[in-house]
């Protein structure tokens, strides 16, 4: 690294100094993408292009407790807030993303339930859409990519899945999260 970054400062290669651009560019956005809070902030424009995040301190809650679920912290979190506040997406899209990722957890295995299948489907298909952008494969695919399944239900190169259901169709299941 230090080599490059001195070749780099003579001018030597404009493609090498493209090069190391590049790659700054992506350890700073893996920098950013430690806490879910980050990564959502990151990751928004991959779901969400063109719209802007409106990110307010129950988003930063929602987060902070997600994260502590993540660590072992807490074993069972109820999110009460109204309808429009994210928490489909925080939970069902971004947050399981982020733990295969960036937290390098990739062997979870993940049931996503809804009173209605479309909806498990649709935060399933998120999440999929979200991995398997290139955005997510430039920082992650190293780690984590889609091996095989549909929509809402598909598993990684880690033995970790993901199953869209309505909770009615959910017994027999066992997840991780």
Known sequence: E?????????????????????????NSIR??????A?????????????????WGWALDAMCEHLEAISRGE?????????????KSLLVGVFWPAWEWGPLGRPDLRILGASY?????VRDARRQRELISSAWYQTLYGSQVH???????DYA??????????????????????
């Open 116 to 120: 209605k299948e479309d909806f498990a």
């Open 31 to 36: 920098d950013r993408c430690k806490t879910l």
């Open 74 to 86: 807490i074993t069972r979190l109820l999110i009460n807030c109204p309808p429009g506040m994210m």
């Open 2 to 26: 230090l080599l490059l970054a001195i070749a780099q400062s003579q001018g030597l290669n404009p493609a090498l100094d493209a090069a190391i651009r590049a790659r700054r560019d992506r």
């Open 38 to 54: 980050g990564f959502v902030r990151e990751a928004w424009d991959v779901l969400e292009p063109g719209k802007p995040l409106a």
């Open 146 to 152: 889609i091996v095989r399944g549909g929509e809402g």
């Open 156 to 177: 990684n190169n880690h033995a970790g899945w993901r199953k869209g259901f309505s909770l009615a169709s959910l017994t027999g299941e066992r997840g991780d999260r």
